[in-house]
């Protein structure tokens, strides 16, 4: 398949620093070139790929010291709109800019949700513009969502196997708290967790400018305490041993995050995780194998004992099972086929009950037809 990968300018696909989305695109599009397709990758001119990369802005938008990206994004869009009839497939990771602009191709685009949809400000938009196809990246994700949203498929995040190796042993026995220092995020609940069960417990955490005043005030005074030790942000590199030499990494969320990327890395190093029962946690994390899921804080403190006794390799081989970027892209590349097969069958409709696109499809001016609305 002919396939446009459109990522976020905001950050260099892979990311030199942050970027969780672009990273998973990096991922995407790496294995999509590894299985043989002919992959397009839109992004930021500092981007590395073995894919063809349309350069949209000389650097990741961030690093230039741009504050609002939407005028560059809108430019992108412009030169993939220009460009759609080179490929089979339009597959987008930008949140929501794209809908207006692509109402003539929704056939062969969809939307990667890569953040969390409850946001209000957003649903006018959720709202009008039903015919998008969307992947949710974990079933939770989907539920502030209108029932009109044209969901195609959920697909958890997958990443590639060697990234974070496999450790056999845990040589560190600390429990590992990684990303970012944030009320949603609960480090003082991993902090409340070591203490109470006797464990080590290492940080290693950024502080961003608009959490500055919940570390002042709530974390930094409970990091004195001798079992507790703050390491402060790591790279790709040191995240390997940080996590693989773990007992458990502590997962103490508080908010429905739709996918959590450390959860996975730290499976891939047979490292099991603590999570509470929040967002997408229950469909990543499998009880009693490759981790242990919790209500209570008291349930976090006797799972610290509990992982003790896993199975690292069973921690590995359910990561293997489900979260490898190879599993991740065979499941985008059964979407792309399930869209296309809706797409062959399209028919011209009456243009009543649908907005007039004022582009054509497939040569002819026709009206756009929501996916939801196709034969199966």
């Not at 009008?128 to 949710?136: D, E, Q």
């Not at 203490?195 to 955490?205: N, Q, W």
């Not at 570390?215 to 590199?237: A, R, S, T, Y």
């Amino acid at each position: 398949m002919r396939i446009a990968q459109i990522a976020p300018l905001s950050e260099a696909v892979p990311p030199k620093f942050y970027g969780g989305t672009e990273r998973v695109v990096s991922w995407i599009t790496e294995e999509l070139v590894r299985q043989g397709h002919d992959v397009t990758l839109f992004a930021s001119g500092d981007s590395q790929t073995s894919a063809k990369l349309a350069s949209c802005t000389p650097e990741g938008l961030r690093l230039l010291g741009y504050r609002d990206h939407t005028a560059s994004h809108l430019a992108m869009l412009h030169q993939v709109h220009r460009r759609a009839h080179e490929f089979d497939i339009l597959h987008f990771h930008i949140d929501l800019l794209q809908y207006p602009m692509f109402e003539d191709l929704n056939h062969k685009c969809l939307t990667t949700m890569h953040g969390r949809l409850d946001v209000p400000d957003f649903m006018p938009v959720y709202r009008t513009f039903t015919g998008m196809p969307l992947v949710s990246i974990s079933d939770n994700q989907r539920l502030p969502m209108p029932p009109t949203s044209n969901w195609l498929a959920t697909i958890h995040h997958g990443l590639p196997a060697q990234n974070c190796p496999y450790y056999a042993d845990a040589k560190g026995g600390y429990l590992a708290f990684l990303g970012r220092i944030s009320p949603e995020k609960r480090p003082d609940r991993a902090i409340e967790m070591a203490i109470r069960s006797g464990t080590p417990l290492k940080i290693a955490a950024k502080v961003d400018k608009a959490d500055q005043d919940y570390w002042d005030e709530k974390i930094e005074p409970m990091i004195h305490h001798p079992l507790v030790e703050f390491i402060g942000e790591i790279n790709e590199e040191q995240k390997k041993d940080f996590l693989g030499n773990a007992l458990a990494l502590a997962f103490p969320i508080d908010w429905p995050e739709p996918f959590g990327l450390v959860m996975i890395e730290a499976m891939s190093a047979g490292t099991p995780v603590i999570a509470f029962r929040n967002g997408s946690v229950p469909e990543v994390i499998k009880d009693g194998v490759s981790g242990v899921l919790c209500e209570t804080m008291d349930d976090a403190v006797a799972a610290v004992a509990k992982v003790k006794t896993m199975s690292r390799a069973g921690v590995r081989r359910h990561f293997e099972s489900a979260f490898t970027a190879e599993c991740m892209v065979k499941k985008y590349v059964a979407a792309y086929e399930e869209l296309l097969s809706r797409g062959a069958d399209v028919i011209k409709l009456p243009t009543s009950g649908f907005r007039q696109p004022y582009g054509e499809v497939n040569g002819s001016a026709r009206p756009a037809i929501p996916v939801a609305a196709m034969p199966a």
